[in-house]
């Protein structure tokens, strides 16, 4: 019955695309109009029928000394910069995040808005709070918010900041959308990962969620901080299975609880190994045609 949220989680590439490249290094999937919404950088990227290359004569020296993180970063800033004069961004956060290669090493840092244009892999925490009567916690996302305003969410859950670790991203947002200091956390712990791979209004979305449990306190009173969320109450595990068959979550909040539901041995409906595959990247193979 929910085997639906599996398949939201892994829509292909669309064929459009281009393979975004830094110095040689697989790093993203830019959507078709990025480039021409470029041309004012024309001279520090070139183009070809399947890939937009940045800094391609970096490519030897990056095998050899590593990343120019300092020259990656201050590209990327002109080119989000770019993209955000051109009104191609949704905003602009003021926030900075890692930019990863395909081999898991980071080699600079881009404005959050910037990622999706540009198909770029971000990193997030979620956090599944229950209650020691078998409770979760649940938060209902502010209608101001630019994606999945008003639905449902777990209680903690955000991006993970450049240079930070999963770890310190929990504590930040836990305060941020749930007013919890890291000393509520002491029962925290990870229960999985997964990745989300589908096509948003920005551009193509790959996404890396680190999932974690934990029991708050029996007089636990979570409450926001930020202004982002409208309210929080605990449901029962039958109440939240009825929602996510109604789809009232966000997809990766959604995915969030059913690792944190399997882990304790509620039968989902779906086949473990199905979602232990989420966490594993698509094929090349998985290309909209």
């Not at 101001?144 to 639905?151: E, I, L, Q, V, W």
């Not at 926001?224 to 969320?229: A, K, L, M, T």
């Not at 029962?236 to 009825?242: A, F, I, L």
């Amino acid at each position: 019955m929910l085997d639906f949220l599996l398949d939201r989680a892994r829509v292909p590439v669309p064929s459009s695309s281009l393979e975004l490249r830094i110095a040689g290094r697989a790093c993203g999937w830019v959507a078709a109009d990025v480039p021409a919404r470029l041309g004012a950088l024309s001279a520090e990227f070139t183009l070809d029928a399947h890939t937009l290359h940045f800094l391609p004569t970096q490519a030897p020296l990056v095998r050899v000394l590593g990343w120019p993180t300092e020259t990656v970063s201050a590209l990327l800033a002109r080119v989000a910069a770019e993209l955000f004069k051109a009104g191609r961004l949704s905003g602009w956060r003021n926030e900075l995040l890692d930019v990863v290669d395909n081999g898991g090493r980071v080699c600079g840092v881009i404005e959050r808005a910037a990622v999706r244009p540009l198909g770029i892999a971000t990193h997030a925490v979620h956090l599944d709070a229950w209650t020691p009567d078998g409770d979760l916690w649940i938060a209902q996302r502010a209608l101001t918010k630019n994606t999945d305003p008003g639905m449902w969410d777990t209680l903690v859950g955000g991006l993970i900041s450049a240079g930070e670790t999963p770890e310190f991203a929990l504590e930040r947002e836990s305060w941020e959308e749930a007013g919890l200091h890291a000393a509520a956390l002491a029962s925290s712990h990870r229960v999985g990962q997964f990745r989300v791979e589908r096509v948003l209004p920005e551009g193509y979305q790959v996404e890396i969620v680190t999932v974690v449990d934990c029991v708050l306190a029996a007089d636990a009173h979570p409450e926001n901080q930020d202004g982002e969320v409208i309210t929080i109450r605990a449901v029962s595990v039958p109440e939240v299975m009825r929602m996510l068959a109604e789809g009232a979550f966000t997809l990766e909040a959604s995915l969030s609880l059913l690792l944190s539901l399997a882990a304790r041995g509620v039968d989902t409906g779906i086949d473990p190994q199905a979602l232990r595959r989420l966490a594993l990247p698509q094929t090349d193979d998985d290309v909209i045609g």
